[in-house]
């Protein structure tokens, strides 16, 4: 546990959201060619696929506010991360509440990229 | 992605909850050595440790009620997990809703495991 998951793990949620919410084709970076999304229950295999995906949602705009980021690290160097959060599409009125599970990895190059994905809406 | 990871996601997420809600102690024996626990913020290391966490928790009777279970494979063997549902504590008559990511890995005999396991209370 010598790393400094629960730092790397917040820097990438503020960057994925904001990704998300400004410029949501530029995600595809952050996946790989064997990475994978559930959204909704809906699988999406590989970052062109899921940018795919993403980029396809429904609304215009979006906002994305993380609550709790909680991470651990894996048996493998990588990082798990459970967010907690509320989003607001388009200009409703009402907060969507959300879950969101990552694990992360690193690249040959040390960069972190998404390698599991599932992003669930919650209804109290 | 060969294996039925849903299928071992399932079934263990139905015995996790049946265990805990029935015999909390019973959970050490999901958990290894170097597992991890993070209960609202909260970390534990160890089967003994996180044993020792959720049979202490302060409630006498707990129900859990798990309403989505949404799993993929990872890069080395192992299933992420990302459950949402409700609970009930004692006799409370106003369920929490909660949100909880394991990831499950297997021992050299072939036995699933829970790695990483993070449980967060999501509040309306």
């Known amino acids: 546990m010598a790393f400094d998951f ?12 904001t990704t998300f919410d400004s ?3 530029g995600l595809a970076g952050l996946y790989r060619e064997n990475s994978m999304l559930t959204f909704e ?3 999406s295999l590989g970052a062109a696929n899921i940018a795919e995906k993403l980029v396809g949602l429904p609304f215009q705009k979006v906002q ?10 894996t048996a493998t160097g990588g ?16 907060p969507l ?8 990895c690193q690249d040959p190059q040390g960069q ?13």
Chains 1, 2 share one sequence.
């Open 23 to 25: 410029d949501r084709k």
């Open 64 to 73: 994305h506010q993380h609550d709790t980021v909680d991470a651990q690290p």
């Open 79 to 94: 990082i798990v991360i459970l967010v907690t959060g509320k989003l607001v599409v388009d200009d409703s009125p009402n």
């Open 97 to 104: 509440t959300f879950s969101q599970a990552f694990q992360l």
């Open 41 to 43: 229950s809906s699988q």
């Open 6 to 17: 629960q730092g790397i793990a917040t820097q990438f949620v503020t960057h994925y959201y």
């Open 112 to 124: 972190w990229f998404v390698f599991n994905d599932i992003f669930k809406l919650i209804y109290g």
